[in-house]
């Protein structure tokens, strides 16, 4: 069974940056793919970013990109969001998840797709 524990949330004003992670443990943890979700106060979750976790392959949500950067470290089995230029609107709790399904296209990958999450780090943008 995998467990995910995400750390790294905090309060940040706005333009600045946070680095999440997210260590997996587990007796055998070889994901297809992980990735970052978040969910603001009374809205969906939604996708952040995803990663290949062999060939370290990436798709970002149109929001972040170029702002944010999902990586890996395969024999720490852990997996980061570097957060910058950090706006309010990324103010949410921020999921990371791991699933063995794989899809041709990441764009394809929905939230049910991930067998396994953690319980979340809360991120807060300050004006």
């Known amino acids: 069974q995998v467990q995910l524990v995400e750390s790294g949330g905090g309060l940040v004003q706005a333009g600045g940056s946070l680095r999440l992670s997210c260590a997996a443990s587990?007796?055998?943890?070889?994901?297809?793919?992980m990735g970052w979700f978040r969910q603001a106060a009374g809205k969906v979750r939604e996708f952040v970013a995803t990663?290949?976790?062999?060939?370290?392959?990436?798709y970002y949500a149109d929001s972040v990109k170029g702002r944010f950067t999902i990586t890996r470290d395969v024999a720490k089995n852990t997996l980061y969001l570097q957060m910058n230029s950090l706006k309010p609107e990324d103010t949410a709790v921020y999921y990371c998840?791991?699933?063995?399904?794989?899809?041709?296209?990441?764009?394809?990958?929905?939230?049910?797709?991930?067998?396994?999450w953690g319980q979340g780090t809360q991120v807060t943008v300050a004006s």
């Open positions: 990663i290949n976790w062999s060939g370290g392959n990436t």
């Open positions: 998840a791991s699933t063995q399904t794989y899809r041709t296209y990441f764009r394809d990958y929905l939230p049910a797709d991930f067998g396994s």
């Open positions: 587990g007796r055998t943890f070889s994901p297809v793919a």
